[in-house]
């Protein structure tokens, strides 16, 4: 049976169009709407037939949903939910994707009515590709989704939502809002951070060295490339929402590097060493966890295989 008869994607990109695939797969929705701000996106939507209705405006998607997925950038979250609020079905669940919660729930829950749940979640999941095309049934599949859910929100909403995301692959824990948003400075935000800052570094260094640093990328550097491919919006908005927990992470993350630069210039070589076996000790345990593979270069898929 489907766990919910109704669910309105608002937003066709990558998560959401995945979400919909998802839900396919495991018949775990008797109807999906959709909608999105570009009329090209509507009309990939309607193409791809991730929905079974692709609507001009969120008030018509949202129209006798029971569940709403706000899968648009965290800066218009706000607006969109003004937008809906008067068209949500009493008892319906609004939820999200963003990888930002307090600054979600500041803009959100004010203008959600009380016979509706709002329970802010985020997938923990996602590639450096964005769009409707970019969405796969398995995007989710042993990955985590985070709820955070208000101390007082309705446990059966809950519930059903984590059902949800279970029967579409994903394991669910809950936490509170600030701390979700610390733990994601430390394993997202500051990373990408890092990773657009090395690749600008770059970028101004190729023009000195006549495209070299592009010939000769190292995995390293690819690596880097490919994380600093991802949406500018939504990143964008993901640092001017967590401001506070990312130049936290960066504190440190600068506490950190003068140690190292330290420890280069004095020819410290037992402190290198130490500190690059804690780190390695993290990718196994990443490993271990089963989110990611102990594969040779990363499990990369080579060309022709």
């Known amino acids: 049976m489907p766990i919910y008869r ?52 969120a008030a018509e998607a949202v ?25 949500l079905e009493p008892g319906a669940t609004v939820t999200d994707v963003g990888s930002v919660k307090r600054a979600v729930i500041e803009a959100v829950a004010p203008h ?19 769009g409707p095309r970019s969405g796969f049934a398995e995007l989710f599949d042993n990955r985590w989704c985070i709820l955070t859910p ?15 995301w279970e029967a579409m692959g994903a394991h669910i824990d809950c936490m509170d809002a600030a701390h979700h948003d610390l733990v994601l400075a430390v394993t997202s935000h500051t990373p990408h ?28 550097f690819r690596d880097f490339t490919r994380i600093a491919a991802s949406d500018p919006t939504m990143w964008r908005d993901v640092f001017l929402t967590n401001k506070d927990a ?19 210039r004095t020819g410290d070589g037992d402190h290198l060493h130490a500190y690059f076996t804690r780190t390695r000790a993290i990718r196994r345990g990443i490993v271990e966890a089963g989110q990611d593979v102990d594969a040779p270069d990363f499990g990369r898929v080579k060309a022709g295989r």
């Open 6 to 57: 109704r669910v309105a994607l608002l937003g066709l990109g990558l998560i959401a169009g995945s979400m919909a695939l998802a839900m396919r797969r495991g018949g775990l929705a008797g109807e999906i709407t959709g909608t999105a701000r570009s009329a090209e996106t509507r009309a990939i939507a309607k193409e791809l037939g991730l929905c079974d209705r692709v609507y001009d405006t």
């Open 63 to 87: 129209a006798g949903a029971d569940l709403v997925v706000l899968a648009v950038p965290i800066g218009a979250m706000g607006a969109l939910a003004a937008e809906i609020a008067p068209h």
């Open 112 to 130: 959600i009515p009380e016979a509706v749940h709002f329970i802010p979640g985020h997938p923990l999941a996602g590639t450096e590709h964005s």
């Open 150 to 164: 208000a101390e007082d929100a309705d446990p059966q909403a809950v519930d059903r939502l984590r059902r949800l």
């Open 193 to 220: 951070l890092i990773a657009y800052t090395m690749v600008g570094v770059a970028d101004d260094l190729r023009r000195v060295t006549d495209s070299e640093v592009i010939k000769y990328s190292a995995a390293g």
């Open 246 to 264: 990312t130049l936290e992470i960066l504190g440190r993350f600068t506490e950190e590097l003068f140690a190292l630069q330290r420890a280069i």
